[in-house]
């Protein structure tokens, strides 16, 4: 929350103008009303962000101005500054949802010192509020690095960290961008702030803006009270924008100026809020190909690509395999309250030899369903569910093909063998679609088709029920 517009209720001319002339002097704007009545007029004109009242006025007096503000605008701080004061009103002003109580006289100095409070209480609420809806089941975010790739990579971020410069990762779904990306976050000098992230492909765009800007009460239907975006969570901290090829653009150009300027509107309301927040954007889309296609800005994508990253797929970096392997079934047992697992020989050639078209997200999956799936504590081949949905057709006849250049052509032929071409073209579509994430641009170019010809396949299928 940065509070900038703060409204003065006071019916003594004297003090009122006093208020005001603090509040400017600490550099926040200032508006003032004469009576409590008067204050809700001017909250359901305006907005602002903190409302300082006398306690003792005719009419709607300063406790009942608390209560009507707490009933219509709950997020509002209100604080009430009286020269009558007492501990059963102070305690009773709290009890109406007042945030703090001064007693005149007060001193500019002491109201900067209640409003720097009064931030960093509603930031450490909105923090936890937002850590608590991001919860979830997951692997921990350790990294696992025994690849000479990957040992690269981690080094490059070390040095990108020490910078605010928006870093863009770049990489096929499920290799662990957003690891890298908290990496990042965690060696730089703003570790201490919050590490605030976003999907920017599982949002419309009307959501995904009162997401990333907030909204005020009234902005549209169903915003019913005011609520902060992750730009003011991620102030004095770092923002994860994931898979930032999916915005539209519209969304592209405000972002562009929140990158630009530090500043922005929440949706519906007309005060500017300036942050200090470092960006890190990740997508598995080749985001020139998008700006070459129209689909992205060119400005927005260089704005971006201050400081670029590249993780490499799973495949190339095969020595880290085993080690995430034995990391998740150390993490899912301790989860399932039960000992850690060992893998045989054979489990362990398994892995070595899958082709993983869904990277570190498609093992931890495959280890996930083995630790569930495994008995006396061991991990064997038949624990392992490879390919889509953990699909055991995927293996064949107990034979792991991973289909590379170097695969025989004999095993190839064999694999083949005895199916429709129906059949096949729907594995190497859908096979495709995994690996590239679900990007149907980026598959079409592998298979050498159009996205068109893939969606209408697509379309087909489910209307025949042979996908979901």
Request: hydrophobic share 40%; charged share 25%.
């Amino acid at each position: 929350m940065s509070i900038q517009n703060v409204l003065i209720v006071d019916d003594d001319p004297l003090s009122k103008d006093f208020l005001v002339q603090a509040i400017k002097s600490i550099g926040f704007n200032a508006a003032s009303a004469s009576s409590g009545q008067e204050a809700l007029e001017f909250l359901n004109k305006r907005e602002f962000d903190l409302v300082l009242t006398d306690l003792r006025m005719p009419g709607t007096d300063g406790l009942e101005l608390v209560r009507e503000i707490s009933r219509t605008s709950p997020d509002l701080p209100v604080v009430l500054v009286t020269a009558h004061g007492t501990v059963e009103s102070a305690v009773q002003a709290m009890r109406f949802g007042a945030a703090d109580f001064l007693i005149k006289p007060v001193s500019a100095e002491t109201i900067e010192l209640v409003i720097k409070r009064i931030e960093r209480h509603w930031r450490l609420e909105n923090e936890n509020a937002y850590l608590r809806s991001e919860l979830a089941v997951g692997g921990g975010s350790q990294i696992v690095a025994e690849s000479e790739a990957m040992n690269q990579t981690l080094e490059a971020a070390g040095k990108l960290a020490s910078s605010k410069g928006t870093v863009l990762i770049t990489g096929e779904s499920g290799t662990g961008k957003e690891r890298v990306a908290q990496f990042i976050h965690e060696n730089s000098p703003r570790h201490e702030g919050p590490f605030i992230r976003v999907n920017c492909a599982s949002l419309s765009e009307q959501l995904l803006e009162s997401e990333l800007f907030g909204h005020e009460r009234g902005a549209f239907t169903g915003a019913y009270r005011r609520r902060p975006g992750r730009f003011e969570l991620a102030d004095g901290g770092t923002l994860l924008l994931d898979e930032i090829g999916e915005i539209t653009p519209a969304l592209q150009s405000k972002l562009l100026r929140v990158l630009e300027e530090e500043e922005f509107e929440r949706v519906g309301g007309t005060t500017t809020l300036r942050v200090d927040v470092r960006v890190i954007a990740t997508t598995n889309r080749d985001l020139p190909d998008e700006v070459a296609s129209g689909n992205f800005r060119e400005d927005l994508y260089y704005r971006l690509h201050v400081l670029p990253l590249h993780l490499a797929p799973l495949r190339e970096r095969i020595d880290d395999v085993e080690h995430l392997a034995y990391h998740f079934a150390s993490f899912y047992a301790k989860q399932n309250g039960t000992p850690t697992p060992s893998f045989t020989d054979e489990a362990v050639s398994d892995l070595l030899s899958w082709n993983w078209p869904g990277n570190v997200r498609e093992l931890e999956n495959v280890i996930q369903r083995a630790v569930v799936l495994q008995v006396d504590d061991v991990i064997e081949p038949d624990h392992l569910l490879f390919g889509p949905a953990g699909s055991t057709a995927s293996r064949g006849n107990g034979v792991i093909l991973r289909m590379t250049s170097d695969t025989p052509i004999r095993e190839l032929r064999n694999s083949l063998a005895n199916r429709t071409i129906a059949d096949i073209e729907r594995e190497a579509i859908l096979g495709t679609l995994e690996s590239t994430g679900g990007n149907k641009t980026e598959a079409a170019r592998r298979l050498g088709v159009t996205a068109r010809t893939i969606s209408n396949k697509m379309k087909l299928w489910r209307q025949r029920g042979l996908v979901a």
